[in-house]
């Protein structure tokens, strides 16, 4: 019936019903009122759909003479050369049509070098490459908001091949790893995010100081805040574009998710993630990353809900304040290397200057034109480099 329909051509209707007509050369025009219009049109109509293919060339033959529009109520259809492509046919479904087909195409992506690990009452998703034996001691890798471990695959790949043995776990309520609602288990507060940290440790059996790599926003800056607080358990410290002075912009997703209701809004967008990477590098991600970014917030509300209180716990101001004063010279005399994209469209060169600033014999820059706010997913070659030279 569906292909029957669709194949009928807009010469197959009669011409408009006007709204008079004349019965013979002595009578007066009459009009016909919304009743009759009606009459007429089915009427019509009944003939144009019971006719033969010769009634279409007899309608064609009429079109010429008046010249006049036909009626076709499939018009809005198949008369307009934008819709006529989003005609499904039966036989050739349109892909990827809900949610459920989506997540069955890309449920299993993302996971390299990952497994889950139980602290507490708490599973965490872990990558490792490398082994406990590795001669060059311990990485572990931190992400930031609200993105996933999935960015350090290719840094832990190629600095496992140079003798390391790294660890990138993905944070209570990103990525793959549980993700509690607020309030039962777990309230997304700083002091909570750095508890869960110190036990995962354990279980990972992580006690020799290690080489911390942080970047990015909230959860990153919570990496930089643990530090300060267990310095002795950090032999050295690499800072990849992360928020570092009380003056560092806060981007706009941020912001939008501490707003009363419209931060419920935003916190369920399946596609921030990828949007918030892409948003903040000079690149677009190709489709198979942007499916492992936004398959935790397709699969489920509750990572949404995570990031929404986790920003809504966060004290931005205080979290920097500590920050920038707690890598001072008068503070801290662990090496520092900060890899910083010059591309990164959040943050300014001038946040990593003024660490150095703070702390000149500790703090060393290595920049990399064309990567953005996530180097290790822009150009996680040279990170590796950047990264050789300073361990």
Same mark, same amino acid.
């Given at each position: 019936m569906a292909s029957s329909l669709l194949s009928l051509r807009a010469s197959s209707f009669p011409s408009t019903p006007t709204t008079t007509t004349t019965h013979s050369s002595n009578s007066k025009p009459?009009? #016909?009122g919304l009743l009759g219009i009606a009459r007429r049109i089915r009427r019509r109509d009944f003939l144009a759909f019971s006719s033969t293919s010769s009634s279409s060339d007899t309608a064609g033959e009429e079109q010429n003479k008046d010249d006049k529009?036909?009626? *076709?109520?499939?018009?809005?259809?198949?008369? *307009?050369?934008?819709?006529?492509?989003?005609?499904?046919?039966?036989?050739?479904p349109a892909e990827?049509?809900?949610?459920?087909?989506?997540?069955?195409?890309?449920?299993?992506?993302?996971?390299?070098?990952?497994?889950?690990?139980?602290?507490?009452? #708490?599973?965490?998703?872990?990558?490792?490459t490398g082994s406990a034996n590795s001669r060059r001691g311990t990485i572990l890798f931190l992400h930031g908001a609200p993105t996933q471990s999935f960015s350090y695959r290719e840094v832990m790949s190629q600095m496992s091949s140079s003798g390391y043995h790294c660890f990138a776990p993905d944070w209570i309520g990103f990525g793959f790893s549980d993700k509690p609602q607020p309030g039962y288990g777990f309230n997304y507060t700083e002091d909570e995010f750095h508890s869960a940290l110190e036990k995962l440790l354990e279980v990972l059996n992580i006690t020799s100081p290690f080489i911390l790599v942080v970047q990015g926003f909230l959860v990153g800056s919570y990496g930089l805040t643990w530090a300060l607080k267990n310095s002795e358990k950090v032999s050295k410290l690499v800072i990849l574009n992360s928020p570092l002075t009380v003056s560092s912009p806060l981007p706009?997703?941020?912001?939008? #998710?501490?707003?009363? #209701?419209?931060?419920?809004?935003?916190?369920? *967008?399946?596609?921030?993630?990828e949007r918030f990477i892409e948003g903040g590098s000079p690149y677009v991600l190709k489709n198979e990353k942007a499916d492992v970014y936004r398959l935790p917030y397709l699969s489920s509300g509750a990572p949404g809900f995570a990031l929404l209180e986790a920003a809504k716990k966060a004290n931005f101001g205080d979290i920097l304040g500590r920050i920038s004063s707690g890598f001072s010279s008068s503070s801290w005399d662990k090496p520092i290397l900060l890899v910083w994209g010059l591309s990164d469209k959040y943050l300014p060169l001038s946040d990593a200057e003024a660490l150095q600033k703070g702390n000149p014999d500790a703090v060393q820059i290595n920049q990399i034109e064309g990567a953005g706010h996530m180097p290790q997913e822009d150009w996680p070659e040279k990170v590796v480099e950047a990264l050789r030279k300073f361990l």
């Open positions: 009459r009009k #016909l529009p036909r009626f *076709n109520p499939f018009g809005f259809v198949t008369d *307009n050369p934008s819709s006529r492509t989003a005609i499904q046919l039966p036989q050739s990827d049509g809900n949610v459920g087909q989506m997540l069955y195409r890309i449920e299993d992506k993302g996971r390299e070098y990952g497994s889950y690990v139980r602290s507490g009452k #708490l599973r965490w998703f872990v990558r490792e706009g997703l941020f912001k939008k #998710l501490r707003i009363p #209701l419209f931060g419920e809004f935003t916190c369920q *967008n399946a596609i921030e993630a």
